[in-house]
């Protein structure tokens, strides 16, 4: 069995890796907002946009209760294998059909980010902040996933 500075690395790691995906997400969805016309696909991507922020600073206040500093921000290179790495093509070419496609992208990793967290230890009241997280993350990957359905 690991001892416990072993399972706090552990965690922690695994908490700072949803950070990163979180923070990744809340700028992609940001820029995303900004590059689309239509309103209601713009106030959509600004909800996911400050629900990933609450969800980073809800995991960075967990790291801190271990000790540590938390993850502060996403990552150039991590955010292009978090699935954000087409969007500023769809951005510049402002297709809304393709920023619609590249969202439910970041998405599917994201939500491969948190089930495998998910698979992961963690003690149980974390496991019961990231579940609700991953919930909403699922629900924006649908929503994505029926958008870019009815596009078609």
Known sequence: MKDQPEI???????????????????????????????????????????????FARELQYEVRQLQTTPENTGSIAGALHRGWLNLKAALTAQDEDAIIAECERGEDVAKAAYEKALSDYLPPALTGVVQRQYQKVRAAHDRFSALQKAAK
Do not use: M, W
Request: charge should be negative; hydrophobic fraction near 30%; proline fraction near 2%.
């Open 8 to 54: 706090n690395k552990q965690v922690i790691s695994t908490l700072n890796t949803l950070i990163e995906v979180c923070k990744d997400g809340e700028q992609g969805f940001k820029e995303a907002a900004h590059a689309v016309s239509d309103p209601e696909l713009k106030t959509l991507c600004l909800q996911y946009s400050g629900e990933r922020s609450l």
